[in-house]
């Protein structure tokens, strides 16, 4: 019997996708990567899942696990051999029970982000992972990547929001292992080892996550600024000042906001005048638990404070829900501002709080030397210290011009992260763009026990293979 044979009589010939079938699987959604599979599958539970697995394995054929395929850096595709099949995990989407004495959620690595939010405020708790592509990625690609988003700063990232797994591991067993426990300190952490790897050393089928209170009441500002420095004092004021309620600090450089407002006319930026072509903007958010009279008396004072010491040029402060969703708003319409402007070299990238307005003068300089014209866009969640900082072509530049410059430009952009004590992934995840970048920015003891732990939980080298790490040699 042929291996899609047994795949067929395992899942039925339905869940067992080739050709055209196929095809939307074997593309990233940027369209940078593109492969092909032996087949798509598309298990409708963790023992198919298992089943799937322990066929692939006996046939010595790799495993390419995919959540919603919104990755962007060539995680969930597979190479152009056609050896691999392609693990969809999107049927598995139920939320199998919500506990609000525990504050914990099980939920199946195929569900929608957005869904989990939603079943959480159904049941009166909050779940607080946010991010750009919530209503399309899944909770297993969150935490194959270990996923921040915009609410870091509070909660933590995927890692910290997750008690248990549930993980099929390379050789097709199922480790039950979906606790809802704050304490368990019974030998390795086996969950934090699988949340961050990438579908390389096994795949998540389900978890069990944390859920917060709903917080009372919320407060959202957008604050224009001078300076990125500004924003790292004021930030530093605001955590004084707020404490844990603190939720979100994003920033955003003044020509990228200016950007969306001009590519989609029905957005504006909530000032007027020389305000809003300011150099940077911030956007946070105040999560308080007594009262919106508290949330608002704190929010005034410490932002009032920084205006009257000239750290913030203008503030507007989100009167009502609608308000503070336009804010957002235009916070999660930089992609596709960015995908209007066309491609861009795009860097995730990691740096001490004290040194990122340091490190984005350097780089902006340097580039400029190297790459005269270039344009950078960038943002992000300052509050973490991760910036999405890409560059964009010169005016005089083609597209493919630009792109014909990427690995120097990585290669420029990366060494100053690096010399800024920073790391070049902090929540896109390796894949396939950066797997070659690793080992000018690890150390060899790093990634030799990195490599250890692969072979030792995929003996066989069938889980996603390609991704995060060159070989298992050496």
Same mark, same amino acid.
């Given at each position: 019997?042929?291996?899609?044979?047994?795949?067929?009589?395992?899942?039925?010939?339905?869940?067992?996708?080739?050709?055209?079938?196929?095809?939307?699987?074997?593309?990233?959604?940027?369209?940078?990567?593109?492969?092909?599979?032996?087949?798509?599958?598309?298990?409708?539970?963790?023992?198919?899942?298992?089943?799937?697995?322990?066929?692939?394995?006996?046939?010595?054929?790799?495993?390419?696990?995919?959540?919603?395929?919104?990755?962007?850096?060539?995680?969930?595709?597979?190479?152009?051999?056609?050896? %691999? =099949?392609? @693990?969809?995990?999107?049927?598995?989407?139920?939320?199998? *029970?919500?506990? /609000?004495?525990?504050?914990? $959620?099980?939920?199946?690595?195929?569900?929608?982000?957005?869904?989990?939010?939603?079943?959480?405020?159904?049941?009166?708790?909050?779940?607080?992972?946010?991010?750009?592509?919530?209503?399309?990625?899944?909770?297993?690609?969150?935490?194959?990547?270990?996923?921040?988003?915009?609410?870091?700063?509070?909660?933590?990232?995927?890692?910290?929001?997750?008690?248990?797994?549930?993980?099929?591991?390379?050789?097709?067993?199922?480790?039950?292992?979906?606790?809802?426990?704050?304490?368990?300190?019974?030998?390795?952490?086996?969950?934090?080892?699988?949340?961050?790897?990438?579908?390389?050393?096994?795949?998540?089928?389900?978890?069990?996550?944390?859920?917060?209170?709903?917080?009372?009441?919320?407060?959202?500002?957008?604050?224009?600024?001078?300076?990125?420095?500004? %924003? =790292?004092? @004021?930030?530093?004021?605001?955590?004084?000042?707020?404490? *844990?309620?603190? /939720?979100?600090?994003?920033? $955003?450089?003044?020509?990228?906001?200016?950007?969306?407002?001009?590519?989609?006319?029905?957005?504006?930026?909530?000032?007027?005048?020389?305000?809003?072509?300011?150099?940077?903007?911030?956007?946070?958010?105040?999560?308080?638990?007594?009262?919106?009279?508290?949330?608002?008396?704190?929010?005034?004072?410490?932002?009032?404070?920084?205006?009257?010491?000239?750290?913030?040029?203008?503030?507007?402060?989100?009167?009502?829900?609608?308000?503070?969703?336009?804010?957002?708003?235009?916070?999660?319409?930089?992609?596709?501002?960015?995908?209007?402007?066309?491609?861009?070299?795009?860097?995730?990238?990691?740096?001490?709080?004290?040194?990122?307005?340091?490190?984005?003068?350097?780089?902006?300089?340097?580039?400029?030397?190297?790459?005269?014209?270039?344009?950078?866009?960038?943002?992000?969640?300052?509050?973490?210290?991760?910036?999405?900082?890409?560059?964009?072509?010169?005016?005089?530049?083609?597209?493919?011009?630009?792109?014909?410059?990427?690995?120097?430009?990585?290669?420029?952009?990366?060494?100053?992260?690096?010399?800024?004590?920073?790391?070049?992934?902090?929540?896109?995840?390796?894949?396939?763009?950066?797997?070659?970048?690793?080992?000018?920015?690890?150390?060899?003891?790093?990634?030799?026990?990195?490599?250890?732990?692969?072979?030792?939980?995929?003996?066989?080298?069938?889980?996603?293979?390609?991704?995060?790490?060159?070989?298992?040699?050496?």
């Amino acid at each position: 019997m042929s291996i899609l044979s047994e795949l067929q009589a395992l899942l039925g010939a339905s869940q067992v996708l080739t050709g055209e079938e196929a095809t939307p699987y074997l593309v990233d959604w940027r369209g940078r990567y593109r492969g092909q599979a032996l087949a798509v599958v598309r298990p409708g539970s963790t023992e198919d899942v298992a089943g799937v697995v322990r066929i692939c394995a006996q046939n010595h054929v790799p495993i390419v696990p995919q959540g919603g395929n919104t990755g962007l850096c060539g995680g969930a595709t597979p190479d152009e051999a056609g050896h %691999a =099949v392609v @693990v969809s995990l999107a049927r598995l989407n139920k939320v199998r *029970a919500i506990d /609000t004495d525990n504050d914990t $959620m099980t939920v199946e690595a195929g569900c929608i982000l957005q869904s989990l939010q939603e079943a959480a405020r159904a049941a009166g708790r909050l779940f607080p992972l946010s991010l750009a592509a919530e209503g399309s990625c899944t909770i297993g690609g969150n935490l194959s990547t270990n996923a921040g988003g915009t609410q870091v700063l509070r909660y933590g990232n995927t890692r910290e929001l997750t008690l248990g797994l549930e993980v099929v591991t390379a050789e097709g067993e199922i480790w039950h292992g979906l606790r809802g426990l704050r304490k368990d300190n019974t030998g390795y952490d086996l969950r934090d080892l699988y949340i961050g790897s990438e579908g390389t050393l096994g795949i998540i089928t389900a978890a069990t996550m944390k859920l917060y209170p709903v917080p009372v009441a919320q407060r959202t500002a957008m604050l224009a600024l001078n300076s990125l420095e500004d %924003a =790292v004092t @004021v930030l530093s004021r605001a955590r004084a000042g707020f404490g *844990a309620s603190l /939720t979100g600090f994003e920033v $955003m450089a003044g020509p990228v906001l200016q950007a969306v407002v001009r590519l989609f006319p029905q957005q504006r930026l909530p000032f007027d005048g020389p305000s809003s072509q300011s150099a940077w903007f911030a956007l946070l958010e105040l999560s308080d638990s007594e009262s919106a009279e508290h949330a608002q008396e704190r929010f005034e004072a410490v932002l009032g404070q920084a205006i009257e010491d000239g750290l913030i040029l203008d503030a507007a402060i989100a009167e009502n829900i609608a308000q503070s969703k336009a804010m957002w708003h235009l916070r999660e319409s930089i992609p596709l501002a960015e995908a209007e402007l066309g491609k861009s070299i795009k860097h995730d990238v990691s740096i001490p709080i004290s040194l990122i307005a340091q490190f984005v003068q350097v780089t902006n300089a340097e580039l400029q030397v190297k790459f005269p014209g270039i344009q950078n866009i960038v943002f992000g969640h300052l509050g973490d210290g991760n910036l999405h900082y890409n560059v964009a072509r010169a005016p005089d530049q083609t597209e493919e011009q630009l792109l014909a410059q990427q690995y120097e430009v990585y290669g420029l952009v990366h060494d100053s992260v690096h010399a800024h004590g920073g790391s070049i992934s902090a929540e896109h995840g390796v894949g396939q763009l950066k797997r070659d970048e690793l080992p000018r920015y690890k150390s060899a003891l790093e990634l030799r026990l990195m490599k250890q732990i692969k072979a030792a939980l995929d003996p066989q080298n069938l889980m996603n293979p390609g991704k995060v790490l060159q070989t298992l040699q050496g």
